[in-house]
C-alpha cells in the first residue's frame, strides 16, 4: 500500500468517527431536549405570536407581504415568521410540530458546530502547518465535544423549548452556514461561496438582528484562522447589518411590547457595569447551569451603585488581559473569548430592552465561545497525561450525562404556563413578571381563588404596578367580586391613568352593580382612551 492510498485511509477513518461522534451527539441531543416536545403554548408571547397572529395563517402574498414589511411586537424576524407560517399549514394550533420544527433546528445547529469547529482547529495556528494524524484525532475529539457541550448544556432549553424563541435556532443555523460558506471562499476562494455566505448571511439576519455580529466573527476568522487581510469584502455584510439595524430602530418604535430602555431607567455608568455583570452572568450559568428561570432579576432589583458597576467593569478588563495573556501557552482561549463577547454583544447590557437585563436565550450562540476552550482543555489534559486519561474520559461521561439530566428537568419547566411561572417564582419569590402572569393564567382556567391570591401578592409587592392591578382586577371581575375590583384600580384611576383595559373592567364592575351612572362614565372613557391608544 502506497503513501498515498495510507493517507486516504487514515482520512476516512477520521471521517468515519467524525460521522459516528456526531450520531452520539445527536441522540444525546435529543434525549436532553425531547421532553420539550409534550410542552403546551405558554401565555408569554407564544398566543400572540403564533395561535393569535394572523399574519402566518397562510401563505397568501398578502400575508408574505406583511411578514418582510410590518414588524410586529417590536420585532423584525420576517424569516421566523415565515417559518411559523410554514409549520402553521401542517399543525394548525397543534404545539407539538412547532416544537419538532424547533428540536430538529437544534439538532441541525448540533451538527454545524461540529463541522465548524473541526474545520476551525484543522490547522495548527502556532506553526503555521497542517496537524499530524495524532493532533487530527485530538482535534476530532474536540469537535466532537463541543458539539456535544453546546447540544445538551440546560442553558439551550429556553431557546429550544419556547416555541417562540424558534429565532434563535433559525438564525443560528443561517449563521453557521454562512461561516462555513465564508470558511469555503477563504480556503478556495470560489465566488459561488462568497454569493452563499452573503445569501446565507440575509437569511440569518432575517430571522434575528443578533446576526448583525457576523461581520465581527469573519474578521476575528481572518485574523486567527487564516491571517488575512480582506477588508472590500465585508463591505456587502455590514451594509446588510445597517439595514438589519434600521428596519430594527424602526420596530422597536412602533407597536405594543418591549422597547429599548432610555438612560432615565438605567443610567449610561450602570450600562457600562452591565457590560461586566451579564457577561460572567453566562460564565457564571454555563460552569454552574443550575437555579435557570425563564425571568431573572431586573435592573431596579439590583440596587446597583456606581462603585458596584465599577467593580463590574474591572472585572471584564481583568478578563479580557488574562485572556490575552494566554494566547500563547493556550492559544484557543484568546480568540473564543473574543468570539464569545462579540457574539453576545447585541445583548450585553449597553442597549437593554424591556425589563430583561439577562436571559438565558441570549447565550444561545454565544456559548459555542465557551463550550470551545472548555473542550480542548478536557481533549489536551487526556491526551497530556496517560494516568489522568482514564479519569478525564470518565468525567466528561459524567459531566454530559448531567448536562442531559438537566437540560430534561429544565424542559419540564416548560410544559406550560403554570409550570413555567411557578418555577421563576421558586427562583424568586419577589418575581413580579410571574406573578402578574400566574394570575392571568388562572383566571383564564377559572381557578380564581389561585388567580387573587397571586395577584394580591402582585400589587402587594409592586403597588403602583398597573399590570399586575388590572390582572387582579380582571379576577375580582370573573368572581362577581365588583366592589374589589372597583377598589383595586381606584388608584390607577386617581393617577390619571387613561387605559382601555382599566376602563372595560371598572365598566364591567359598575353595570354589575347597577352603577349606571358610573358605568356610563367608564364606557365613555373606554371609548375615548380605545380611540387614543396608537
Same mark, same amino acid.
Given at each position: 500500500?502506497?503513501?498515498? $492510498?495510507? $493517507? ?26 425531547? /421532553? ?95 496537524? *499530524? ?22 442553558? /439551550? ?33 470560489? /465566488? ?11 437569511? +440569518? ?48 418604535? +412602533? ?37 435557570? +428561570? ?116 429544565? +424542559? ?91 376602563? /372595560? ?24 382612551? *380605545?380611540?387614543?391608544?396608537?
Amino acid at each position: 500500500m502506497n503513501e498515498g $492510498t495510507r $493517507t486516504e485511509c487514515r482520512q476516512g477513518r477520521l471521517h468515519l468517527r467524525l460521522w459516528f461522534g456526531g450520531l452520539l451527539v445527536v441522540m444525546l441531543t435529543v434525549v436532553a431536549h425531547m /421532553r420539550g416536545l409534550q410542552g403546551q403554548f405558554v401565555e408569554w408571547d407564544d398566543y400572540a405570536h403564533i395561535t393569535q397572529n394572523p399574519a402566518i395563517r397562510s401563505l397568501a402574498t398578502a400575508n408574505l407581504w406583511a411578514m418582510f414589511t410590518q414588524p410586529a411586537a417590536k420585532l423584525y424576524c420576517p424569516m421566523t415568521w415565515l417559518s411559523f407560517a410554514i409549520d402553521y399549514q401542517v399543525w394548525g394550533r397543534n404545539p407539538f410540530g412547532y416544537h419538532l420544527t424547533n428540536l430538529l433546528l437544534h439538532v441541525a445547529n448540533v451538527i454545524l458546530v461540529m463541522l465548524l469547529v473541526y474545520q476551525v482547529v484543522a490547522v495548527n495556528r502556532i506553526r503555521g502547518e497542517l496537524l *499530524t494524524d495524532r493532533e487530527k484525532a485530538s482535534r476530532l475529539q474536540v469537535a466532537i465535544l463541543t458539539a456535544a457541550l453546546f447540544g445538551v448544556h440546560p442553558l /439551550r432549553v429556553e431557546s429550544v423549548a419556547w416555541a417562540t424563541e424558534r429565532k434563535d435556532m433559525l438564525f443560528a443555523f443561517f449563521y453557521l452556514l454562512a461561516l462555513l460558506a465564508y470558511l469555503r471562499w477563504v480556503v478556495d476562494g470560489r /465566488r459561488t461561496a462568497y454569493w452563499a455566505c452573503l445569501l446565507l448571511f440575509v437569511c +440569518s439576519a432575517l430571522s434575528k438582528s443578533a446576526a448583525v455580529t457576523f461581520p465581527l466573527v469573519m474578521v476575528l476568522l481572518d485574523v486567527f484562522w487564516k491571517r488575512r487581510v480582506a477588508v472590500w469584502e465585508k463591505v456587502p455584510f455590514v451594509a446588510v447589518c445597517l439595514i438589519i439595524g434600521a428596519a430594527t430602530f424602526v420596530a422597536q418604535n +412602533s407597536g405594543a411590547g418591549e422597547t429599548v430602555l432610555g438612560t432615565a431607567s438605567i443610567p449610561l455608568w450602570a450600562r457600562i457595569g452591565l457590560v461586566g455583570y451579564c457577561t460572567f452572568f453566562y460564565v457564571g450559568k454555563f460552569f454552574w447551569p443550575l437555579h435557570l +428561570s425563564a425571568v431573572y432579576p431586573t435592573f431596579e432589583d439590583f440596587g446597583w451603585t456606581p462603585a458596584v458597576a465599577a467593580v463590574w467593569v474591572a472585572a471584564f478588563c481583568a478578563a479580557l488581559i488574562v485572556a490575552f495573556v494566554l494566547r500563547r501557552r493556550a492559544f484557543i482561549v484568546w480568540p473564543s473569548w473574543l468570539f464569545y463577547l462579540a457574539t453576545l454583544s447585541p445583548t450585553i447590557g449597553l442597549i437593554p430592552v424591556g425589563a430583561h437585563v439577562v436571559a438565558d436565550r441570549y447565550a444561545y450562540m454565544a456559548v459555542l465561545g465557551l463550550a470551545l476552550p472548555t473542550a480542548t482543555g478536557l481533549v489536551v489534559l487526556a491526551d497530556n497525561s496517560r494516568r489522568l486519561r482514564v479519569v478525564v474520559w470518565t468525567v466528561v461521561v459524567a459531566l454530559l450525562a448531567a448536562l442531559t439530566t438537566l437540560s430534561a428537568k429544565q +424542559s419540564a419547566v416548560w410544559t406550560n404556563t403554570e409550570t413555567l411561572f411557578q418555577n421563576a417564582l421558586a427562583e424568586d419569590p419577589q418575581c413580579y413578571t410571574a406573578l402578574v402572569n400566574l394570575t392571568m393564567y388562572y383566571t383564564s382556567v377559572n381557578r380564581l381563588d389561585d388567580a387573587i391570591a397571586y395577584g394580591t401578592r402582585a400589587v402587594d409587592l409592586a403597588p403602583n404596578g398597573l399590570i399586575g392591578r388590572k390582572n387582579l382586577a380582571i379576577a375580582f371581575n370573573h368572581a362577581k367580586r365588583y366592589r374589589e375590583a372597583i377598589t383595586t384600580l381606584r388608584p390607577a384611576v386617581d393617577h390619571g391613568i387613561d387605559d382601555p383595559a382599566v376602563w /372595560r373592567a371598572l365598566e364591567e364592575s359598575f353595570t354589575a352593580l347597577g352603577d349606571d351612572k358610573n358605568a356610563k362614565v367608564a364606557q365613555d372613557r373606554l371609548l375615548r382612551s *380605545t380611540h387614543n391608544k396608537p
